[in-house]
């Protein structure tokens, strides 16, 4: 297989014209597609979406959306789709096989991080537009992979640390929620709120920098009793997976008590949960920001255009916006639609009623 | 096992108060509901001798059909258990026969049953479930008398359990050839039949669990039975089962199962880090298991035999 690879590599390279990182038309802009967007350029190209592991509502609707935006220029005239099923190995191979194959333009979603490093840097190396997102992979731009479109997670902080300067001015008790022990996303998450609230009238309650409940809904309700239990007054609870507290804010009301202000990234779920709870609750007012499924449609843009000879995007960043604000009501009061299922995101760009049909 | 827990619950007590308060203790019967049936459902697999590894696909799978067939709507939910019951006869028939029949290896042959179940979690969700009826949310979730809906159920599979198999006949010719399944065989009781059968009533506890804990979670994953392998082990050697074979201890089970509820939640009141919470439950796992299957006796016999005087 390696062997294969390699000779595929070998091949594709001398097919290529000029430096190994440009393909088609380069930073040159070609004639533009009628009634395309402009970075959909004239050059013919097959494109490849990678997931690292395809397996859960969010990701099932970002790559619909990246789908989606592949459909809006004429030029990509070949699509393939590869799920790692959460196996590094199995999404290195992934990477080797579109190459193999002959793609043009690869956008991979890295799940594991740095150790799909050096599968990005043989695909780009290949002559194969390479266009890692979201999860930055470590490597730099130009050198291992065209270019990493995302941000790091300390906007989606600020954002957060923002909200709760604005409706706590005189200081708050912090109840952080975050993924699996040590992840990085949690981490730049807390870096971003203590730029803004970063003294001591502001508390960060239980084991720092956050609370483990490694996004499992379970353990989540669990280590919230507990917190509940411990601390008589949490003003605040910070989460980056806001789908995954519905389950377990109810702990409050059954320890009598309100259920407290919440920041968090939007969900349909979550959004209905609050509806339903916020008249019974007079603490609970909720912000969200935007979750992120369109990330994928920036990725896709920059990897189309540097593929096809189309105009680059002119960022690589993909920030995340504030997304519902209960309190402000800017730039969305709390959406919610209760016809439709609960793990669609209506942040996203594409239709509710899309997003729940990908669910059925 | 009794005695831990009431020293756990003192320990609680004086060490992390909060972890015995009413929110505390309502948060955490659920779970330990959860995972007696889980328990129970082992404890039959370990009395015919063998062991039961596709707990964590057979939870997730009872998940994802309770939560996803209905998509919302209260009405589907019913048709949804039946098939989610269905579906853990087919599971439970399958290990039987292949480990009851076929005479394969338990563990090997229930992992393979186990990969099986999660394709078909896959195959219904494509990874992911959706959101439990708000039906099922109030039936597994709520409260009745001040206390969780989910402990009533675990309780009823208890008591059910304990009548089947301490007062009927046929319970006692299921005890009596997991400790002996030769002689058993001698005196012409039907030994394929019954263990087989282990396996089929263990998935119908799973699938309870399943239920259950779609309800009280609101918005599981489609991989949310894999937290529960271990402890499922683990509470039926807590208990005292042999993992032999032979009798087993339901009610011993059931406490096992509210002794490492309890332990979760002290872990978590106390406030360690997350490493320390791990070695925590990990050595009292240890010294649980150890209780039982290391024979003291023999040991403390060869450690302080006395010295015999070497010829002079």
Same mark, same amino acid.
């Given at each position: 297989?390696?062997?294969?690879?390699?000779?595929?590599?070998?091949?594709?390279?001398?097919?290529?014209?000029?430096?190994?990182?440009?393909?088609?038309?380069?930073?040159?802009?070609?004639?533009?597609?009628?009634?395309?967007?402009?970075?959909?350029?004239?050059?013919?190209?097959?494109?490849?979406?990678?997931?690292?592991?395809?397996?859960?509502?969010?990701?099932?609707?970002?790559?619909?959306?990246?789908?989606?935006?592949?459909?809006?220029?004429?030029?990509?005239?070949?699509?393939?789709?590869?799920?790692?099923?959460?196996?590094?190995?199995?999404?290195?191979?992934?990477?080797?096989?579109?190459?193999?194959?002959?793609?043009?333009?690869?956008?991979?979603?890295?799940?594991?991080?740095?150790?799909?490093?050096?599968?990005?840097?043989?695909?780009?190396?290949?002559?194969?537009?390479?266009?890692?997102?979201?999860?930055?992979?470590?490597?730099?731009?130009?050198?291992?992979?065209?270019?990493?479109?995302?941000?790091?997670?300390?906007?989606?902080?600020?954002?957060?640390?923002?909200?709760?300067?604005?409706?706590?001015?005189?200081?708050?008790?912090?109840?952080?929620?975050?993924?699996?022990?040590?992840?990085?996303?949690?981490?730049?998450?807390?870096?971003?709120?203590?730029?803004?609230?970063?003294?001591?009238?502001?508390?960060?309650?239980?084991?720092?920098?956050?609370?483990?409940?490694?996004?499992?809904?379970?353990?989540?309700?669990?280590?919230?009793?507990?917190?509940?239990?411990?601390?008589?007054?949490?003003?605040?609870?910070?989460?980056?997976?806001?789908?995954?507290?519905?389950?377990?804010?109810?702990?409050?009301?059954?320890?009598?008590?309100?259920?407290?202000?919440?920041?968090?990234?939007?969900?349909?779920?979550?959004?209905?949960?609050?509806?339903?709870?916020?008249?019974?609750?007079?603490?609970?007012?909720?912000?969200?920001?935007?979750?992120?499924?369109?990330?994928?449609?920036?990725?896709?843009?920059?990897?189309?255009?540097?593929?096809?000879?189309?105009?680059?995007?002119?960022?690589?960043?993909?920030?995340?916006?504030?997304?519902?604000?209960?309190?402000?009501?800017?730039?969305?009061?709390?959406?919610?639609?209760?016809?439709?299922?609960?793990?669609?995101?209506?942040?996203?760009?594409?239709?509710?009623?899309?997003?729940?049909?990908?669910?059925? | 096992?009794?005695?831990?827990?009431?020293?756990?619950?003192?320990?609680?007590?004086?060490?992390?108060?909060?972890?015995?308060?009413?929110?505390?203790?309502?948060?955490?019967?659920?779970?330990?509901?959860?995972?007696?049936?889980?328990?129970?459902?082992?404890?039959?697999?370990?009395?015919?001798?063998?062991?039961?590894?596709?707990?964590?696909?057979?939870?997730?799978?009872?998940?994802?059909?309770?939560?996803?067939?209905?998509?919302?709507?209260?009405?589907?939910?019913?048709?949804?258990?039946?098939?989610?019951?269905?579906?853990?006869?087919?599971?439970?028939?399958?290990?039987?026969?292949?480990?009851?029949?076929?005479?394969?290896?338990?563990?090997?042959?229930?992992?393979?049953?186990?990969?099986?179940?999660?394709?078909?979690?896959?195959?219904?969700?494509?990874?992911?479930?959706?959101?439990?009826?708000?039906?099922?949310?109030?039936?597994?979730?709520?409260?009745?008398?001040?206390?969780?809906?989910?402990?009533?159920?675990?309780?009823?599979?208890?008591?059910?359990?304990?009548?089947?198999?301490?007062?009927?006949?046929?319970?006692? !010719?299921?005890?009596?050839?997991?400790?002996?399944?030769?002689?058993?065989?001698?005196?012409?009781?039907?030994? !394929?039949?019954?263990?087989?059968?282990?396996?089929?009533?263990?998935?119908?506890?799973?699938?309870?669990?399943?239920?259950?804990?779609?309800?009280?979670?609101?918005?599981?994953?489609?991989?949310?039975?894999?937290?529960?392998?271990?402890?499922?082990?683990?509470?039926?050697?807590?208990?005292?089962?042999?993992?032999?074979?032979? !009798?087993?201890?339901?009610?011993?089970?059931?406490?096992?199962?509210?002794?490492?509820?309890?332990?979760?939640?002290?872990?978590?009141?106390?406030?360690?880090?997350?490493?320390?919470?791990?070695?925590?439950?990990?050595?009292?796992?240890?010294?649980?298991?150890?209780?039982?299957?290391?024979?003291?006796?023999?040991?403390?016999?060869?450690?302080?035999?006395? !010295?015999?005087?070497?010829?002079?």
């Amino acid at each position: 297989m390696a062997a294969v690879v390699g000779v595929a590599a070998i091949a594709l390279t001398a097919c290529s014209s000029g430096a190994p990182s440009s393909n088609g038309g380069g930073s040159e802009t070609g004639a533009p597609v009628a009634g395309a967007p402009d970075w959909c350029g004239p050059n013919e190209i097959t494109l490849g979406l990678l997931d690292g592991f395809g397996g859960n509502s969010w990701r099932k609707i970002t790559t619909a959306a990246g789908a989606d935006e592949v459909a809006k220029c004429p030029s990509v005239t070949g699509y393939e789709y590869a799920d790692g099923q959460g196996d590094t190995q199995k999404s290195i191979a992934d990477i080797q096989g579109m190459v193999a194959k002959g793609v043009n333009a690869l956008v991979v979603f890295p799940d594991a991080g740095e150790a799909m490093l050096p599968a990005l840097r043989s695909a780009f190396q290949a002559g194969v537009v390479t266009v890692p997102y979201r999860v930055n992979p470590g490597g730099k731009d130009g050198v291992d992979y065209d270019a990493w479109i995302g941000a790091d997670f300390t906007t989606d902080g600020k954002n957060w640390g923002d909200w709760i300067k604005t409706n706590f001015p005189d200081g708050a008790n912090i109840l952080f929620l975050s993924g699996p022990k040590g992840n990085s996303q949690g981490e730049d998450e807390l870096a971003g709120m203590k730029t803004v609230i970063g003294d001591d009238s502001y508390k960060f309650i239980g084991e720092q920098p956050f609370e483990p409940t490694n996004w499992d809904p379970a353990v989540t309700q669990q280590v919230l009793t507990s917190a509940i239990a411990k601390n008589p007054q949490i003003d605040v609870i910070v989460s980056d997976f806001g789908p995954s507290l519905v389950g377990a804010l109810p702990e409050f009301t059954k320890s009598g008590r309100s259920i407290p202000a919440l920041v968090t990234s939007d969900g349909n779920v979550l959004g209905c949960f609050w509806k339903d709870n916020e008249a019974a609750n007079p603490d609970f007012k909720m912000m969200t920001v935007a979750t992120g499924n369109d990330n994928v449609r920036l990725a896709v843009q920059y990897a189309v255009a540097k593929a096809t000879g189309g105009t680059l995007p002119d960022t690589t960043t993909f920030d995340a916006p504030v997304f519902e604000d209960s309190v402000s009501g800017t730039p969305n009061p709390v959406e919610c639609r209760d016809d439709l299922p609960g793990d669609i995101f209506l942040s996203a760009e594409m239709s509710p009623e899309d997003q729940a049909a990908l669910l059925k | 096992m009794g005695i831990a827990v009431v020293v756990l619950f003192v320990l609680s007590a004086i060490l992390a108060p909060s972890s015995v308060s009413q929110g505390a203790v309502l948060g955490m019967l659920p779970f330990a509901s959860i995972l007696a049936c889980v328990g129970l459902g082992q404890m039959l697999v370990v009395q015919q001798g063998g062991i039961d590894l596709s707990i964590p696909g057979a939870v997730s799978l009872a998940i994802v059909v309770v939560s996803k067939v209905p998509n919302g709507d209260n009405s589907v939910l019913l048709p949804a258990i039946l098939l989610a019951v269905l579906l853990a006869v087919l599971a439970g028939v399958l290990n039987g026969i292949l480990v009851g029949w076929l005479k394969l290896n338990a563990i090997i042959a229930t992992l393979g049953t186990n990969a099986l179940l999660f394709a078909v979690v896959i195959g219904i969700s494509g990874g992911s479930p959706t959101t439990t009826t708000r039906l099922l949310q109030s039936i597994a979730g709520g409260l009745t008398f001040g206390i969780p809906n989910s402990v009533f159920f675990a309780v009823g599979a208890f008591l059910i359990l304990t009548i089947l198999l301490k007062k009927t006949v046929a319970g006692r !010719r299921f005890e009596a050839i997991g400790a002996n399944p030769v002689a058993a065989r001698a005196t012409g009781l039907r030994v !394929r039949v019954h263990q087989s059968a282990a396996y089929v009533w263990a998935q119908l506890l799973y699938c309870l669990a399943g239920i259950l804990l779609a309800g009280i979670t609101a918005q599981p994953t489609a991989f949310q039975g894999n937290t529960y392998l271990i402890p499922g082990v683990a509470v039926v050697v807590l208990a005292g089962t042999s993992l032999l074979g032979g !009798r087993g201890y339901p009610l011993a089970t059931i406490v096992a199962a509210l002794f490492l509820s309890q332990l979760d939640q002290f872990v978590l009141a106390v406030g360690v880090p997350y490493a320390v919470r791990s070695i925590v439950q990990a050595a009292a796992l240890a010294v649980g298991v150890g209780m039982y299957t290391i024979n003291w006796a023999a040991l403390r016999a060869r450690l302080f035999r006395p !010295r015999v005087k070497a010829p002079a």
